[in-house]
């Protein structure tokens, strides 16, 4: 599986627009970026998943870069809720379905 | 409808003993993975099951096996259990084995310990 980076943590105050980048550069065409988060003792959760075009759901937008080279998961309002482990993971539509998980972003959100 | 449900929440087993975890998935969904998630090595991938059968799996000891019945229940088992064995373990499900169109649903995961 591809790889990604990430940053290890961010903070972000609360209500205010939060950036989350990943970058892939080995990323394959046939790679789907998904991310998903992790909130304190839980398993993780879906967010959102994208190929070339930027996506929009009720969770966040995916940013994605012309090149795919790398990738931004918007929170449009942060909230306390949101603080969470967000990983950035690849699938590749033709291999196993599993997913690797990296180290992941710990987002903190300041009230 | 009710999420993944995964039991027990917690269990607290001895070194040399095994385990059997249990994992409900959302009705309709017939593909059922398996992670360990431990401070060190973090989310790891286990198996995945599909229709019953296994269709991938992760890099771990033969100790480590599971099996998915016709409802799509799934259950894991883990052998002569380690110290190291010590994690939360999570289930996830998913409408369809294949495509991209479908996230994942995880449970809350089983927290096993090991003395």
């Known amino acids: 599986d591809a790889k990604t980076t990430q940053p290890n943590s961010m903070e972000s105050n609360e209500e205010e627009p939060v950036h989350l980048p990943c970058n892939h550069s080995t990323i394959s065409g046939t790679d789907y970026i998904h991310w998903y988060r992790q909130l304190p003792s839980q398993g993780p959760e879906y967010v959102i998943h994208?190929?070339?075009s930027n996506v929009n759901n009720r969770m966040a937008s995916l940013a994605i870069a012309e090149d795919r080279k790398s990738s931004t998961l918007i929170l449009h309002r942060a909230t306390l809720r949101d603080a969470a482990v967000y990983y950035c993971i690849l699938r590749d539509l033709t291999g196993a379905n599993n997913l690797f998980f990296g180290t992941g972003t710990r987002l903190t959100v300041i009230p | 409808k009710a999420g993944v449900t995964q039991t027990p929440r917690y269990l607290i087993k001895t070194r040399g003993q095994q385990v059997t975890l249990s994992c409900s998935p959302i009705s309709g969904h017939r593909s059922v993975s398996w992670y360990q998630q431990t401070p060190g090595q973090g989310l790891q991938f286990l198996f995945e099951?599909?229709?019953?059968?296994?269709?991938n799996k992760g890099n771990f000891p033969g100790r480590f096996s599971g099996r998915q019945f016709s409802n799509s229940r799934s259950e894991m088992n883990v052998s002569t259990l380690e110290l190291g064995d010590s994690a939360l373990y999570l289930c996830?499900?998913?409408?369809?084995?294949?495509?991209?169109?479908?996230?994942?649903?995880f449970g809350s995961g089983t927290r096993l310990t090991v003395v």
């Open positions: 994208g190929l070339t």
């Open positions: 099951y599909f229709s019953e059968t296994q269709r």
């Open positions: 996830a499900s998913r409408l369809s084995s294949t495509g991209q169109s479908y996230g994942y649903t």
